[in-house]
């Protein structure tokens, strides 16, 4: 069984920076790509940002030169920067994770409950 907890949202300022955490826990035995998502009410989930497991980054045009995706993988944890922030990026944001665990011999993917980020203006 696999867990991932988001941390780090939270209410900001237009302008203002935050960072999230995904922890990732339980039997992996590798950790794939991982991605953020967000959501906001109404409308469907999209893609933020996503980091393969050798580093490559991508990002939805609309973050690019203000949001920065990490990982560390000593630690299965995903990261995600979030700079100059606009009431846009007001959503709830989910990790998302394709991990393969000692259970099944192919990558699955996890996912997170979401944390709600807030940017006010």
């Known amino acids: 069984q696999v867990q991932l907890v988001e941390s780090g949202g939270g209410l900001v300022q237009a302008g203002g920076s935050l960072s999230l955490s995904c922890a990732a826990s339980?039997?992996?035995?590798?950790?794939?790509?991982m991605g953020w998502f967000r959501q906001v009410s109404g409308k469907q989930r999209e893609l933020v940002a996503v980091i393969t497991s050798g580093g490559n980054r991508d990002y939805e045009d609309s973050v690019k030169g203000r949001f920065t995706i990490s990982r560390d993988n000593s630690k299965n944890t995903l990261y995600l920067q979030m700079d100059s922030l606009k009431p846009e990026d007001t959503a709830v944001y989910y990790c998302?994770?394709?991990?393969?665990?000692?259970?099944?011999?192919?990558?699955?993917?996890?996912w997170g409950k979401g944390t709600l980020v807030t940017v006010s203006s």
């Open positions: 998302n994770a394709n991990i393969v665990t000692r259970t099944y011999t192919y990558a699955r993917a996890y």
């Open positions: 339980g039997d992996i035995v590798r950790m794939n790509t």
